[in-house]
Nanobody, 127 residues
Framework: QVQLVESGGGLVQAGGSLRLSCAASGRTLSRYSTGWFRQAPGKDREFAAAIAWNGGRTYYTDSVKGRFTISRDNAKNMVYLQMNSLKSEDTAVYYC????????????????????WGQGTQVTVSS
């Protein structure tokens, strides 16, 4: 089992930045691809970004490309999401999640393919 805990959320003005962190415990994340999803009020959970087990591949949804950067530090069992140029539409609860594969390109954006989930951290962007 892997337990995931997100942190770093908060209130920020539009155009600002936040860095989310995802800490893993129980088992190492280093063999698994890890992603960030988000859910805005009244909307379905959506994929934001993912990173392969070794950091060698990343994938972003179009709406965050060029603004968000996902990274990981396997030595610390951590995954990060640097969010820049934030917009009001980025307001959501952000979840860290991990697959049980190193990288599954066909399903990397599919929440159903993620086994382990954190409880989420709220990000609010004021306009």
């Amino acid at each position: 089992q892997v337990q995931l805990v997100e942190s770093g959320g908060g209130l920020v003005q539009a155009g600002g930045s936040l860095r989310l962190s995802c800490a893993a415990s129980g088992r190492t994340l280093s063999r698994y691809s890890t992603g960030w999803f988000r859910q805005a009020p009244g909307k379905d959970r959506e994929f934001a970004a993912a990173i392969a087990w070794n950091g060698g591949r990343t994938y972003y949804t179009d709406s965050v490309k060029g603004r968000f950067t996902i990274s990981r530090d396997n030595a610390k069992n951590m995954v990060y999401l640097q969010m820049n140029s934030l917009k009001s539409e980025d307001t959501a609860v952000y979840y860290c999640a991990s697959q049980r594969t190193p990288w599954d390109s066909a399903n990397i954006a599919d929440a159903r393919e993620y086994t382990y989930w954190g409880q989420g951290t709220q990000v609010t962007v004021s306009s």
